[in-house]
């Protein structure tokens, strides 16, 4: 076999469809645009949702709720701060300087993925899994995590408001007429 004697497989290319070449072609003319009106038109590139001209559907349908803000935080795990030497002072602009994260501003997050081999590391981030601060307490280290964020204050008042409610739940077992489930 020699380069001049390639040929792709039989039926794996298929001539692609000349329009509007005369009557007889059955693709003639209008090309198969139809008639008149915008699509028919040159350079007409209908768009997702394009419906001639109605308003859309995605227009017509009401619009209901609201996408809630999160924090997004930046994840760095324990399995990653094998590179660090053993009493390492880290925070977030050591970890924009090693390369873990990218950004200054945004929140970082410890947790617990891979091992961690290091000895008396003190990590200061905005949030941390418990396992992952169980991992670095374990090796004589420490982490530290700033006093109040967003996150933890709305945490902390929904834990409030369902202690509140199992405390008026409890008082409200002593008041007559209320049954108790053995």
Not at 44 to 63: D, N, V
Not at 93 to 115: D, I, S, Y
């Amino acid at each position: 076999m020699k380069l001049n004697e390639l040929k792709p497989a039989a039926g794996s290319k298929k001539a692609r469809r000349r329009v509007g070449r005369g009557l007889g072609s059955g693709r003639g003319k209008t090309a198969g645009r139809g008639q008149k009106g915008q699509s028919s038109r040159s350079g007409f590139s209908q768009g997702a949702g394009w419906e001639g001209g109605r308003s859309r559907l995605i227009m017509r349908l009401p619009k209901r709720g609201f996408s809630k803000p999160q924090l997004q935080f930046q994840i760095v795990n324990v399995g990653d701060l094998g590179g660090f030497e053993e009493g390492t002072a880290i925070d977030t602009e050591t970890l924009v300087a090693v390369g873990l994260v990218r950004h200054r501003t945004r929140p970082v997050k410890l947790l617990a993925g891979g091992t961690l081999e290091v000895r008396g590391l003190a990590i200061e981030v905005d949030a941390c899994s418990a396992a992952a601060a169980r991992a670095v307490a374990d090796l004589g280290g420490s982490v530290t995590v700033p006093a109040a964020t967003e996150a933890t204050e709305v945490q902390a008042a929904s834990e409030e408001g369902s202690s509140s409610d199992e405390a008026a739940s409890s008082d409200a077992g002593d008041a007559p007429g209320t049954t108790e489930s053995a």
